[in-house]
């Protein structure tokens, strides 16, 4: 039995949301503010059973306070008939097999038909048709008095709906539980047609066990914390509770008996003065209230703050635990507090474990550096593959979802586990499958492939991004950070000298990812649209001639350059020389790559520049800095031929015949600039598409 989707409604930033779990483990990841906390949140909201899990007005969706608002102040009240309760809604679809043990979704299944096993849980804080009638009531009052203040007191601000809400919404918004139909056609639930789960006394508690670790963890290298050492009480009580390792805890109470023996010999001689004065004031009557001091060691308080986790650090030396770094402390405190919860899971010996058992790990990486975030993401599967396993063979699976912001979790992982979250709209985030880039790739598996074992190996930082540079080579690996560097100086001191401000953060303070793809920016154009950002392409034009071999663009009568074709849909070079940024622009619809002014890909190439149009990179550079690479020569250990910067050479004989290596030439223009880079100029194309990405 499995939770194989969830669904959220009006929470935060979850304003129609939907993901589905994989049966094990489900990587949540996306860049800050996607909703990944969000989801721990509503789950532990409907599921929890704490103070933290209230409600606050701020729980609700932004779009969705404007809609109450709007039907709050409405002249015109909503019939009873017409109305649908208002609110945050949380949907847990679970599927049951011919195998699962039914006892206990038995009340809450809506559907007997063999062919439908899927049950609906719907958990919500709404306002009913009476809350919403009161509430408009109530309102109106309030809005009165407010006015009435206003005329009272000068100066007084009246208070809005807002604040109303904001103080007194649960006296209009009820929690509900209900189980509700499924319809296999459009796989959605009904909710029409359901069971009130409060009415019908019904409990899910043996159905959905859920917990979680919070990325807001209590680990600290302070001295005197002994957080580490408090769990290890609370994993013996756990062991204890559940009947495991039964001799151990029989010989340890057996020990203790022993020493309460010895102890209240000890208590008697100690507190002897004592006792003798509360004799002395009458206070003890000979075999009546006669009081004795004597040892009650247990076995389970006996290990709170009396267990310590210290660090081997040889043979004769233990440091605490406070001693060692965050990262480690954090691992072993998240390796000891699953080991807690794994326990709560399984429940006492005589309480079946829940038919599901949900564990959500939020953010396992904090203080820890890259090569432990590896360690953990491999063994965790390891670690909670056996699920919830008793001796008495009441045994249940687990299902894990855990978040992430790391590209390092996210390069060692199965690239189908993971749900990426992105922006819907401003105000409401869409979580996607990743193994659905499967399926839109259709037959070009061997792309698909290509793209997934790139993802995985290095450049998994693109998830996190909020925009993105894919680029050729090591050229423009080496180069392009400093040319946004560069761009931000450049606009500082052009808005400087203008009385003007920036509206738009610097390159290098946004959030931008820089992924090499070669030649195959074409293959990653799914990839691009799958996540949603702003990405600019950088290319060459890669003029040939007749024979189909390389030439300058002056003499070339097609170019070879694949990505090009694809996204300009094979224009002809003539066409490529005179477009403008503006017929750079692109949006994918209907599956195809448009020119559109709102376009959110851009792709640039070499463009005519003070009458000349390069091909390449070093071509385009050497053009317009020729001056700069000649004075410098000397020291640019990627060049050869350096006589030919003196004879009138053009620059694409230059860039052909004089440079050596091309990852030395970006090297060397990177050693001899100056400290603004003021000594040397960006290609125009390679400028126009970064003063592009710039712009948000």
Not at 121 to 142: A, C, P, S, V, W
Not at 217 to 242: C, F, H, P, W
Not at 462 to 480: M, N, Q, S, Y
């Amino acid at each position: 039995m499995k939770i194989f989707k969830i669904e959220v409604e009006n929470y935060r930033l979850l304003k129609d949301f939907s993901m589905d779990l994989e049966n094990e483990l489900s990587l949540v990841i996306g860049k800050n503010n996607t909703g990944k906390t969000s989801i721990l949140s509503v789950l532990d909201k409907f599921l929890g059973h704490s103070e933290r899990t209230k409600f606050t007005f701020d729980d609700f969706n932004i779009d969705f306070k404007k809609v109450l608002k709007e039907k709050i102040l409405a002249d015109e009240a909503i019939i009873e008939e017409d109305y649908k309760r208002l609110g945050i809604r949380l949907s847990l679809f679970i599927e049951y097999t011919e195998t699962d043990n039914l006892s206990n979704v038995s009340r809450v299944m809506m559907d007997l038909d063999p062919d439908n096993n899927v049950i609906v849980l719907g958990f919500d804080y709404t306002l009913d048709y009476n809350g919403y009638t009161r509430l408009r009531k109530d309102f109106r009052e309030f809005e009165v008095k407010e006015k009435q203040k206003e005329q009272e007191k000068n100066g007084y601000k009246p208070r809005s709906l807002t604040d109303l809400l904001k103080s007194s919404h649960t006296l209009y918004f009820k929690t509900g539980r209900r189980s509700l139909a499924f319809d296999p056609a459009t796989k959605k639930a009904v909710e029409d047609t359901s069971i009130d789960l409060e009415t019908e006394k019904i409990s899910i508690g043996d159905i959905i066990n859920f917990k979680y670790i919070s990325a807001k963890r209590e680990v600290a290298n302070k001295d005197m914390d002994k957080t580490l050492s408090g769990q290890t009480s609370r994993i013996y009580k756990r062991t204890e509770t559940n009947d495991e390792q039964n001799k151990a805890v029989e010989d340890f109470k057996d020990k203790l008996s022993e020493t309460d023996t010895h102890l209240s010999g000890i208590y008697k001689t100690l507190f002897d003065g004592i006792v003798k004065k509360v004799k002395d004031f009458g206070g003890v009557k000979i075999n009546e209230s006669e009081i004795e001091i004597i040892s009650t060691l247990q076995h389970r308080e006996l290990l709170e703050g009396n267990t310590t986790v210290v660090y081997k650090h040889d043979v004769d030396n233990h440091l605490p635990e406070h001693y060692n770094g965050l990262g480690y402390m954090n691992l072993i405190s998240m390796i000891f507090e699953i080991e807690i919860l794994v326990h709560e899971f399984k429940r006492e010996k005589d309480k079946k474990p829940a038919d599901i058992n949900l564990l959500f790990i939020e953010e396992p990486e904090a203080h820890t550096h890259p090569q432990m975030q590896y360690v953990f993401i491999k063994n965790i599967k390891k670690l909670l593959e056996e699920g919830i396993k008793r001796e008495d063979g009441e045994n249940r699976e687990l299902q894990y979802i855990i978040t992430t912001h790391s590209a390092h979790i996210v390069a060692d992982s199965d690239f189908d586990t993971i749900k990426y979250l992105r922006k819907g709209n401003q105000n409401g985030v869409v979580a996607r499958n990743l193994k659905a880039l499967k399926d839109e790739y259709g037959t070009e598996t061997t792309q698909y492939q290509f793209l997934k074992q790139y993802l995985t190996i290095s450049r998994a930082e693109i998830f996190f991004a909020d925009k993105a540079i894919l680029i050729e080579g090591d050229t423009e690996r080496i180069l392009v950070p400093t040319l946004m560097r560069k761009v931000d100086i450049e606009e500082e001191k052009r808005l400087t000298a203008a009385g003007e401000q920036d509206e738009h953060l610097p390159m290098l303070s946004q959030n931008i990812s820089i992924i090499e793809v070669g030649a195959y920016s074409q293959i990653f154009e799914k990839f691009i649209d799958f996540l949603g950002i702003k990405a600019l392409v950088i290319t060459d034009l890669d003029a040939v001639n007749d024979d189909g071999k390389k030439c300058d663009v002056t003499t070339g009568v097609d170019y070879s350059n694949e990505a090009i074709k694809f996204f300009f849909n094979n224009p002809s070079l003539a066409d490529l020389k005179g477009f403008t940024i503006a017929n750079k622009l692109f949006n994918k619809i209907a599956g195809v790559w448009t020119n559109q002014a709102s376009g959110q890909l851009s792709v640039v190439y070499q463009t005519d520049e003070n009458g000349y149009n390069a091909r390449s990179f070093e071509d385009a550079f050497i053009h317009i800095n020729k001056v700069y690479v000649n004075d410098n020569k000397a020291g640019f250990r990627g060049l050869q031929n350096k006589e030919l910067f003196e004879n009138g050479t053009g620059a694409y004989d230059l860039a052909e015949r004089c440079i050596k290596k091309k990852t030395h030439f970006a090297l060397d223009i990177l050693y001899h600039s100056n400290a603004d880079f003021s000594n040397w100029e960006i290609p125009a194309y390679i400028k126009e598409g970064l003063l592009w990405l710039k712009k948000d």
